[in-house]
Nanobody
Framework: QGQLVETGGGLVQAGGSLRLSCAAP??????MAWFRQAPGREGEFVAG???????AYKDAVKGRFTLSRDDATNTLTLQMNTLKPEDTAVYYC??????????????????WGQGTQVTVSA
């Protein structure tokens, strides 16, 4: 429990697509989210889904990124389309198995993946 395993990421040209996946064994009753951190910048919330199924997205990715969750395998997937150079960052998966009031806040999440690099070239 608590070991998040991320896959996906890589290098893509602007306008392209990538898919990130996060496996969270033992954390089926959890809120889950993706955060990202670009060089020299603070980490930021990208998208998340509560354990009740409610999704939320950062405004800058709405309409381009889509979150989905497979409850059978407890895997969270982030489909990223129409990628832009400003999407370049290390993306982190996070999970929270306790009550919280703000799922967009990184401090709410006790479990984190190792991070995966997404690079979008102009």
């Amino acid at each position: 429990q608590g070991q998040l395993v991320e896959t996906g990421g890589g290098l893509v040209q602007a306008g392209g697509s990538l898919r990130l996946s996060c496996a969270a064994p033992g954390l089926s009753d959890s809120h889950m989210a993706w955060f990202r951190q670009a060089p020299g910048r603070e980490g930021e919330f990208v998208a998340g889904v509560s354990k009740f199924g409610t999704t939320a997205y950062k405004d800058a990715v709405k309409g381009r990124f889509t979150l989905s969750r497979d409850d059978a395998t407890n895997t969270l997937t982030l489909q990223m389309n129409t990628l832009k150079p400003e999407d370049t960052a290390v993306y982190y998966c996070a999970a929270c198995d306790r009550p919280t009031s703000n799922l967009r806040e990184s401090a709410a999440y006790p479990y984190w993946g190792q991070g995966t690099q997404v690079t979008v070239s102009a």
